[in-house]
Nanobody, 121 residues
Framework: QVQLVESGGDLVQPGGSLKLSCTAS????????MGWYRQAPGKQRELVATITSGGNTNYADSVKGRFTVSRGNGKLTVYLQMNSLKPEDTAVYYCTATLWSRGTTEYQPYWGQGTQVTVSS
């Protein structure tokens, strides 16, 4: 069984910073892309940032220049450094990974439970 566990969500003032972490664990044969999505109340889940196993990144226009996605050395961890946070960044942030679980025959997407980020004064 595969688990993605996020941490780092918190209440922060506008202009502040937070760093989210997500680690994949379980019966993993290989892991490919990882990334972050977010969902604000009353809105659809949206892409924040993704990173391939080779380090190529992709960002939503709304976070370019403020957020940085990175991978840990062991490839099973993804980080999201968030700077210059705005109230509109308030959302539940979900980690996602495309990975090949032992006992299966293909790469599939997995999701974490989410971590709350609130930006408010």
């Amino acid at each position: 069984q595969v688990q993605l566990v996020e941490s780092g969500g918190d209440l922060v003032q506008p202009g502040g910073s937070l760093k989210l972490s997500c680690t994949a664990s379980g019966s993993i044969f290989d892991i490919n892309d990882m990334g972050w999505y977010r969902q604000a109340p009353g809105k659809q889940r949206e892409l924040v940032a993704t990173i391939t196993s080779g380090g190529n990144t992709n960002y939503a226009d709304s976070v370019k220049g403020r957020f940085t996605v990175s991978r840990g050395n062991g490839k099973l961890t993804v980080y999201l450094q968030m700077n210059s946070l705005k109230p509109e960044d308030t959302a539940v942030y979900y980690c996602t990974a495309t990975l090949w679980s032992r006992g299966t025959t293909e790469y599939q997407p997995y999701w974490g439970q989410g971590t709350q980020v609130t930006v408010s004064s």
